[in-house]
């Protein structure tokens, strides 16, 4: 007696992932009232804290990219975007289709944007796979690390094909909206 036996243990626990519905419903429920977190391949991520430089270069799109998309696009900050059925990032900036989204988050975008310091690795990594997949044709991470825009273009099998990193003495512009230039020297710190 108070054997027990290796063929009764459990090979490995198994992890439960989340679809959007069941996290949206768990949201409008009143859970994770108080945190800041994210949805990444159903899984419930703890979002990093925003930094002062982090939340200047946020304000700064914002200024810079609003005043000359109204009426053709919606800006958003730090809002949901329903990336796959299994995720529901909220990226700092999001430049979005015309639309109504009162009943569900925005599905599709021209461009999204990351600011990043301590979180670069798992823009440049899971981030950009997982817009990339979500058909995002452009995805910026404003680099504060090394204090450069890196552009991510072409997405195709879950990568984008082209990375290009533009420097604070060039102008860059979305690719939707090539009349929109902005300097980089603009957004960094």
Same mark, same amino acid.
């Given at each position: 007696m108070g054997v027990t036996s290796t063929s009764m243990l459990p090979s490995r626990p198994t992890l439960r992932r989340f679809t959007r519905p069941e996290y949206d419903r768990l949201v409008a429920l009143g859970f994770f009232r108080q945190e800041r977190i994210e949805l990444l391949h159903g899984t419930i991520v703890r979002m990093s804290p925003i930094g002062p430089p982090h939340r200047d270069v946020v304000d700064r799109l914002n200024e810079l990219l609003l005043p000359r998309l109204i009426g053709r696009a919606r800006v @958003?900050?730090?809002?949901?975007?329903? #990336?796959?059925? $299994?995720?529901?990032?909220?990226p700092d900036v999001s430049v979005i289709p015309l639309g109504d989204y009162s009943v569900d988050h925005p599905q599709r975008a021209h461009l999204i944007i990351e600011v990043a310091d301590s979180s670069l690795e798992e823009d440049r990594e899971l981030e950009a796979r997982l817009y990339a997949a979500s058909g995002v044709p452009e995805y910026w991470i404003?680099?504060?690390?090394?204090?450069?825009?890196?552009?991510?273009?072409?997405?195709?099998?879950?990568?984008?094909?082209?990375?290009?990193?533009?420097?604070? @003495?060039?102008?860059?512009?979305?690719? #939707?909206?090539? $009349?929109v230039p902005i300097n980089v020297a603009d957004l960094l710190p």
């Open positions: @958003s900050i730090q809002q949901p975007f329903a #990336a796959w059925d $299994d995720s529901e990032p909220e404003v680099n504060l690390v090394q204090h450069v825009v890196e552009i991510h273009t072409e997405p195709m099998k879950g990568a984008y094909g082209r990375v290009r990193r533009a420097k604070a @003495s060039e102008t860059i512009a979305p690719g #939707a909206f090539p $009349d």
